[in-house]
């Protein structure tokens, strides 16, 4: 399991990226005492370090150095100033990666995953494949396959990705929007129908695995995940 | 030369005021010489003229100066001359020049503090905005999509602060290098999509020469193409979808965004890239700040591209950023 640590003095913004970033399976440690930031640093060890510009006493520049002094593992740095001159400062302080305040979590946990995968391989220390389970049924977000009792269904990367939203949410709704916006991709641009179209797809899918009514409409909200089926393979 | 004539006519006046009674005493009191009063007179004249020559010329320079007008302010440190008057005028226009430079210099370091103070403002922002956003994310529909529709709005606002500051210091702030303009509008679609969905207006692009690029500032162009998209999408009154098109139109290349929406009324056109300017459909659509068109239009000025505008109310409106034959690379 890589460890991360987050090295914020926004308290609020610490919190969230550590429950969002222990989601999926690393251990996420953050700075409190930002006199000792190097203490701290060994105590942990950790794989990949997420930093903030504006620190209390010195700034990110400065420990960014610190860092280097003893390791080469991937710093990333997470700021609110989106001058060209802030990130080049960022780059030529020993910093691996630049993201810009509001920012999004799908681009942090992106960029973290991008970076370990560049600084300890691909399969070196491979973190468990991810699996998303949910009474039985189990996806695979990676290989896109969606398993159930002993039937296993591929998928297209679009329905994956639905199903990896609906599973996530559940048992809260996934917000139209964000499904729209998770299926956009860089080359072709969706529309109103790309959901519906998909949707269509997604129940079939569930009905290929002997699941009924999987996929439930919420009226000017979105979908919601229906467990109607149970562990012991029951629909 | 007017000048010392109208101040000095006085004085003329007054003189030959003051022969002629003396010589009339003089006449009455019974030397009635012609020639003698004659020659009295002309020696009065010569020595009044020989004051005012001297006087014209030894300050020739001070009455010039007074009938000029000043061009700057730094002509007020020019020194005129040694009489004593012009001195007394020097000192009078350096003490004036003095206090207004500190005026100036007080005004100046006012403004600049509130732009350095407005732009920490803005940074500082952006954390809270961060937090609203994350936390917003683990709500419930729809209020999830809600909450982040506000904090997106918010986070274009304080973008354009910035940009609007950035403006006054422009030149400090471009960086011209080669923008294939297809990959640029794909970004700037990628970072609005959320924007799209939320407004049901979705993109097409229509590259009809591929690999067209022009010279530009990335960044700023970013912005400029983001307005028009923005103002494209906000105006397209239940049209679900805009065109950008990129093509090459003789020499130039062109970058087009079409809406389909509202389109601008003819009174309002002349006027829409004013500041503070929304026009009427700014008044009927909301959050119009009348800034965008404006910042887009000063920007496009400054990097030297041209924007044009088509637009016929109810169906729609096109702007066109035009790069010029020298600023389009495709064909090198």
Same mark, same amino acid.
């Given at each position: 399991?890589?460890?991360?640590?987050?090295?914020?003095?926004?308290?609020?913004?610490?919190?969230?990226?550590?429950?969002?970033?222990?989601?999926?399976?690393?251990?996420?440690?953050?700075?409190?005492?930002?006199?000792? @930031?190097?203490?701290?640093?060994?105590?942990?060890?950790?794989?990949?370090?997420?930093?903030?510009?504006?620190?209390?006493?010195?700034?990110?520049?400065?420990?960014?150095?610190?860092?280097?002094?003893?390791? @080469?593992?991937?710093?990333?740095?997470?700021?609110?100033?989106?001058? %060209?001159?802030?990130?080049?400062?960022?780059?030529?302080?020993?910093?691996?990666?630049?993201?810009?305040?509001?920012?999004?979590?799908?681009?942090?946990? !992106?960029?973290?995953?991008?970076?370990?995968? $560049? !600084?300890?391989?691909?399969?070196?220390?491979?973190?468990?494949?991810?699996?998303?389970? $949910?009474?039985?049924?189990?996806?695979?977000? %990676?290989?896109?396959?969606?398993?159930?009792?002993?039937?296993?269904?591929?998928?297209?990367?679009?329905?994956?990705?639905?199903?990896?939203?609906?599973?996530?949410?559940?048992?809260?709704? !996934?917000?139209?929007?964000?499904?729209?916006?998770?299926?956009?991709?860089?080359?072709?641009?969706?529309?109103?129908?790309?959901?519906?179209?998909?949707?269509?797809?997604? $129940?079939?899918?569930?009905?290929?695995?002997?699941?009924?009514?999987?996929?439930?409409?919420?009226?000017? !909200?979105?979908?919601?995940?229906?467990?109607?089926?149970?562990?012991?393979? %029951?629909? | 030369?007017?000048?010392?004539?109208?101040?000095?006519?006085?004085?003329?006046?007054?003189?030959?005021?003051?022969?002629?009674?003396?010589?009339?005493?003089?006449?009455?009191? =019974?030397?009635?010489?012609?020639?003698?009063?004659? #020659?009295?007179?002309?020696?009065?004249?010569?020595?009044?003229?020989?004051?005012?020559?001297?006087?014209?010329?030894?300050?020739?320079?001070?009455?010039?100066?007074?009938?000029?007008?000043?061009?700057?302010?730094?002509?007020?440190?020019?020194?005129?001359?040694?009489?004593?008057?012009?001195?007394?005028?020097?000192?009078?226009?350096?003490? &004036? #020049?003095?206090?207004?430079?500190?005026?100036?210099?007080?005004?100046?370091?006012?403004?600049?503090?509130?732009?350095?103070?407005?732009?920490?403002?803005?940074?500082?922002?952006?954390?809270?905005?961060?937090?609203?956003?994350?936390?917003?994310?683990?709500?419930?529909?729809?209020?999830?999509?809600?909450?982040?529709?506000?904090?997106?709005?918010?986070?274009?606002?304080?973008?354009?602060?910035? #940009?609007?500051?950035?403006?006054?210091?422009?030149?400090?702030?471009?960086?011209?290098?080669?923008?294939?303009?297809?990959?640029?509008?794909?970004?700037?679609?990628?970072?609005?999509?959320?924007?799209?969905?939320?407004?049901?207006?979705?993109?097409?692009?229509?590259?009809?020469?591929?690999?067209?690029?022009?010279?530009?500032?990335?960044?700023?162009?970013?912005?400029?193409?983001?307005?028009?998209?923005?103002?494209?999408?906000?105006?397209?009154? =239940?049209?679900?979808?805009?065109?950008?098109?990129? #093509?090459?139109? =003789?020499?130039?290349?062109?970058?087009?965004?079409?809406?389909?929406?509202?389109?601008?009324?003819?009174?309002?056109?002349?006027?829409?890239?004013?500041?503070?300017?929304?026009?009427?459909?700014?008044?009927?659509?909301?959050?119009?700040?009348?800034?965008?068109?404006?910042?887009?239009?000063?920007?496009?000025?400054?990097?030297?591209?041209?924007?044009?505008?088509?637009?016929?109310?109810?169906? =729609?409106?096109?702007?066109?950023?035009?790069?010029?034959?020298? &600023?389009?690379?495709?064909?090198?």
């Amino acid at each position: 399991m890589h460890k991360i640590l987050i090295i914020e003095d926004d308290s609020k913004i610490a919190d969230l990226l550590t429950s969002h970033i222990s989601k999926y399976g690393y251990q996420v440690y953050h700075v409190t005492d930002f006199e000792h @930031i190097m203490d701290e640093f060994h105590q942990h060890s950790p794989d990949l370090v997420l930093l903030d510009i504006n620190l209390p006493s010195f700034d990110g520049y400065y420990w960014c150095r610190q860092i280097r002094k003893e390791s @080469i593992c991937p710093v990333i740095f997470i700021s609110a100033r989106i001058g %060209e001159m802030d990130q080049v400062m960022a780059l030529e302080n020993g910093g691996d990666d630049f993201i810009t305040k509001p920012f999004h979590t799908e681009i942090v946990m !992106a960029k973290i995953r991008s970076h370990l995968r $560049r !600084a300890y391989g691909e399969y070196a220390k491979q973190t468990e494949e991810r699996v998303l389970e $949910r009474e039985g049924l189990k996806l695979y977000p %990676e290989r896109m396959e969606i398993t159930f009792g002993p039937i296993t269904a591929s998928l297209t990367k679009k329905e994956a990705d639905i199903i990896e939203s609906l599973m996530d949410r559940y048992p809260r709704v !996934a917000g139209r929007e964000d499904l729209l916006e998770k299926l956009w991709d860089d080359q072709t641009y969706v529309d109103e129908n790309t959901l519906n179209v998909n949707i269509t797809r997604v $129940r079939k899918k569930f009905l290929e695995l002997g699941i009924k009514d999987a996929v439930e409409t919420v009226r000017g !909200a979105g979908y919601r995940l229906n467990v109607s089926w149970t562990e012991a393979g %029951e629909v | 030369m007017k000048l010392f004539f109208k101040e000095h006519i006085l004085l003329i006046f007054v003189q030959l005021l003051q022969f002629i009674i003396i010589l009339s005493i003089l006449w009455l009191d =019974g030397h009635q010489q012609f020639s003698t009063a004659l #020659y009295a007179f002309f020696i009065g004249c010569f020595f009044l003229s020989c004051y005012l020559f001297y006087h014209y010329y030894s300050r020739k320079k001070f009455y010039n100066r007074l009938s000029m007008t000043l061009t700057s302010l730094d002509e007020s440190f020019k020194k005129t001359d040694e009489t004593p008057i012009s001195e007394a005028l020097d000192q009078l226009l350096r003490d &004036q #020049y003095k206090l207004y430079q500190n005026q100036l210099k007080t005004l100046e370091k006012q403004q600049n503090e509130h732009l350095k103070f407005m732009d920490q403002w803005v940074h500082q922002m952006k954390t809270p905005l961060s937090v609203i956003e994350l936390t917003a994310q683990n709500l419930d529909e729809p209020d999830s999509s809600n909450i982040r529709e506000e904090t997106e709005r918010m986070k274009n606002g304080l973008n354009t602060v910035l #940009y609007m500051a950035r403006l006054r210091s422009f030149e400090q702030d471009f960086h011209i290098k080669p923008v294939t303009l297809s990959s640029l509008v794909h970004e700037v679609n990628q970072d609005n999509k959320r924007f799209y969905i939320r407004n049901h207006v979705f993109p097409k692009l229509e590259n009809r020469k591929d690999g067209i690029t022009v010279e530009s500032d990335e960044k700023w162009l970013f912005f400029i193409v983001t307005q028009l998209i923005h103002n494209a999408v906000k105006y397209s009154n =239940g049209k679900n979808s805009i065109v950008i098109t990129i #093509y090459e139109s =003789g020499e130039e290349a062109v970058l087009e965004v079409t809406d389909f929406g509202v389109g601008i009324p003819e009174v309002d056109k002349k006027r829409i890239f004013d500041p503070f300017y929304t026009g009427e459909n700014g008044r009927k659509f909301r959050e119009s700040t009348g800034m965008g068109l404006y910042l887009t239009k000063e920007a496009a000025d400054r990097l030297g591209h041209r924007i044009e505008l088509d637009t016929k109310v109810e169906e =729609g409106t096109s702007f066109r950023i035009i790069f010029s034959s020298s &600023q389009n690379l495709t064909n090198m």
